[in-house]
């Protein structure tokens, strides 16, 4: 088929490459957004993030809540950052499983809801038939405010930080951040060199309270990154949400870290970086104004 270019070119191929990049959405390479119903999937840094709505997961599951945490004003424990709020389970004396010793925990963390994990109390992980990579499966439960009106709507939070670590041997103070960092190995790290961030919505996520709202699956593979790790050795998780601020900031219930198993998860297809589609832009602006100069008559780049 004969293409026929006018003088006018440049404005067909700008908006030819615009509707190009609109189309699928996109990422930006910091931002991954699950606040809609889009069936797409985040994958950062080997891990997959993806909201129940857009997944194929089916059944009901099994929930373990092993980490719960909320913002809390200075006055009641918090720390002092409205709206954020951030920790890790630890072994202390009310988990129900491991008991002593008695870890003192972070001021946002429930200690009633949040318990230590090793290695080897991990639910089975799940085989990803797409990948063919087995995965450890977590579920978050958010629990914000259904509010989705004007200025004042709450119904979003960002989730800013998520890193997994393990050690040989449980934490005795899980305090602060800072002893986390320094008595266990990092072996994943959402920001992983560059601040990411994953933005979720309440409106769009499971029903109720106690289900997963988002499905975050880890490579098995990366608990063998550090040398040494078996089952006895402890697992923790640290997230922080909220840190966004203005209407992605925390507020309401709990936010709640859960073992999953007994579901079908497949994540669903992986959005493309912004990136991909700058350069895909790049490719139908310059192939189309190329195919102008042609017609215009005008010396062509070598």
């Keep these: ?47 997959y993030f993806f909201n129940r709505t857009s997944s194929s997961a089916s059944g009901t599951g099994v929930f373990n809540t092993f980490l719960a945490v909320q913002d809390k ?12 709020e951030d920790g890790y389970n630890a072994t202390d004396s009310d988990d129900p499983i491991l008991g002593d010793p008695d870890a003192p925990l972070m001021p946002e963390v429930d200690d009633a809801k949040t318990r230590g994990l090793t290695v080897g109390a991990l ?18 439960d958010i629990n914000e405010s259904a509010d989705s009106i004007g200025a004042n709507a709450r119904h979003l939070i960002s989730l800013d930080k998520l890193e997994i670590y393990v050690s040989p041997t449980p934490l005795t103070d899980a305090s602060t951040y800072g002893n986390l960092t320094a008595g266990a190995t ?16 309440y409106l769009y996520a499971s029903s109720g309270s106690g289900e997963s ?61 912004a990136h991909t589609a700058a350069a ?23």
Excluded: C, H
């Excluded at 404005?11 to 069936?39: C, E, G, M, R, W």
């Excluded at 089975?124 to 038939?129: F, Q, Y």
């Design 73 to 84: 004003p200075t006055g009641l424990g918090g720390d002092g950052f409205f709206e954020e």
């Design 123 to 140: 639910t089975s992980p799940v085989n990803n038939p797409v990948d063919s990579i087995s995965y450890w499966s977590f579920g978050l």
């Design 280 to 302: 895909g832009l790049l490719v139908v602006s310059a192939f189309g104004l190329q195919a102008w100069r042609r017609r215009q008559g005008q010396p062509q780049p070598e």
């Design 213 to 273: 709202d988002m499905i975050f699956m880890l490579p098995q593979s990366a608990t063998n990154s550090v040398s040494g790790v078996n089952a006895n050795w402890y697992f923790y998780l640290y997230s922080q949400f909220g840190a966004k601020g203005g209407l992605y900031g925390a507020e309401a219930g709990f936010e709640e870290w859960q073992q999953v198993s007994g579901l079908n998860l497949i994540p669903p297809p992986i959005i493309p970086e």
């Design 186 to 201: 990092k072996i994943y790290d959402l920001d992983g060199g560059e601040d990411r961030e994953v933005l979720l919505n």
């Design 1 to 47: 088929m004969k293409l026929n270019i006018s003088k006018t070119a440049p404005k067909a191929v700008t908006a030819l490459a615009l509707a190009f990049a609109a189309t699928p959405p996109t990422f930006s390479q910091t931002s991954y957004d699950l606040t809609s119903s889009i069936n797409y999937s985040a994958l950062v840094n080997g891990a």
